[in-house]
């Protein structure tokens, strides 16, 4: 056989493993879900459901801009820019409070 015979069926061999796997994969999980079912459970309540957002609850606004009330700040992380030079000015962070 030359090299590209050899290279085709090494491909065909590792679609085959993957369909494979894919297959028992798939037999499994619902092996798994009736075994759940049969108790009176689902799966997710084994496993937690969905997987969470990576992005967690946004803090609750503490400050707000006075002159655009839109702009609010939760008084974690950066301060904003309207913070800064209010800061800067000589206000202080109480008067911003909400």
């Known amino acids: 056989m030359s090299l590209e015979e050899l290279q085709a069926h090494q491909r065909d061999v590792e679609a085959t493993i993957k369909g494979y796997e894919k297959k028992r994969r798939s037999e499994c999980l619902a092996e798994l879900k009736a075994v759940a079912k ?10 937690g459901g969905k997987p969470a957002s990576k992005s967690g609850p946004k ?40």
């Open 59 to 98: 803090g609750v606004a503490k400050y707000a801009n006075p002159a655009d009330t839109s702009q609010t700040w939760t008084g974690r992380g950066r301060q904003p820019n309207w913070i800064k030079s209010a800061l800067a000015a000589g206000k202080s962070l109480e008067e911003f409070a909400i």
């Open 38 to 47: 049969k108790h009176g459970f689902t799966l997710d309540d084994f496993t």
